[in-house]
């Protein structure tokens, strides 16, 4: 089974700040990397995808993914109390478009 | 937006029964659709994979005779717990892949919550 990390925090951050969120997988070959936000109770959404090494921004948000590292991140600038959830990496699985998850952090965002 | 709908969204059902999960891709078609499965404070796991007309291919340690999946149209794929007992209990998930949406989109159905007592 291929592995994807994620830290299970909690991860805390102030209103306004920057929320880091990481990621490592274990499977070289893996071509796409995406983040989604999981409200409790609810099912992810997407917040983005990224399959080129570098940066990608959308709005407040903006991926990063290292290859070679095995790597990839979300960085949530301008933090807002609705950020609170947990965030799921996931990246392209064995089955071609299925996707491993990485168990989720979670974020809280205090006022 | 792709949307994708389940129903029911939540259902209790006695241990022994069978319960049916219904899939299905609103305005789009579907050539694969997604299994998952998520307990509590856990992260989701691929079940099946579902492919329109053909059987679907389940990963390893879920039972294909407990997990009986159909994918008959282009927008519908069911699943179906079979002799349900309580550590079934979970919230299966499915997602769906756009026939004509690039590698990467897949959008998720809001889950459904199944309590087996």
């Known amino acids: 089974q291929k592995e994807v990390e994620q830290n299970s925090g909690p991860l805390s951050v102030p209103e306004g700040a920057i929320a880091s969120l990481n990621c490592t997988y274990s499977d070289r070959g893996s071509q796409s990397f995406f983040w989604y936000r999981q409200y409790s109770g609810k099912s992810p959404e997407l917040i983005m995808f990224i399959y080129s090494n570098g940066d990608k921004e959308d709005g407040r948000f903006t991926a990063q993914l290292n290859k070679a590292s095995q790597y990839v991140s979300l960085l949530i600038r301008d933090s807002q109390p609705s950020d609170s959830a947990t965030y799921l990496c996931?990246?392209?699985?064995?089955?071609?478009?299925?996707?491993?998850f990485g168990k989720g952090t979670s974020l809280l965002v205090t006022p | 937006g792709a949307v994708v709908s389940q129903h029911p969204s939540w259902v209790i059902c006695k241990s022994g029964t069978s319960v049916k999960i219904e899939c299905r891709s609103l305005d789009f078609q579907a050539t694969t659709m997604f299994w998952y499965r998520q307990f509590p404070k856990q992260s989701l796991m691929l079940m099946a994979t579902s492919n329109e007309g053909s059987k679907a291919t389940y990963e390893q340690g879920v039972e294909k005779d407990k997990f009986l999946i159909n994918h008959a149209s282009l927008t519908l794929s069911t699943l179906t717990v079979t002799s349900a007992h309580p550590e079934d209990s979970s919230f299966y998930i499915c997602?769906?892949?756009?026939?004509?949406?690039?590698?990467?989109?897949?959008?998720f159905g809001p889950g459904t919550r199944l309590t087996v007592t």
């Open positions: 996931a990246v392209n699985g064995r089955s071609g478009y299925a996707l491993n």
């Open positions: 997602s769906a892949r756009d026939l004509e949406g690039v590698d990467y989109e897949q959008y």
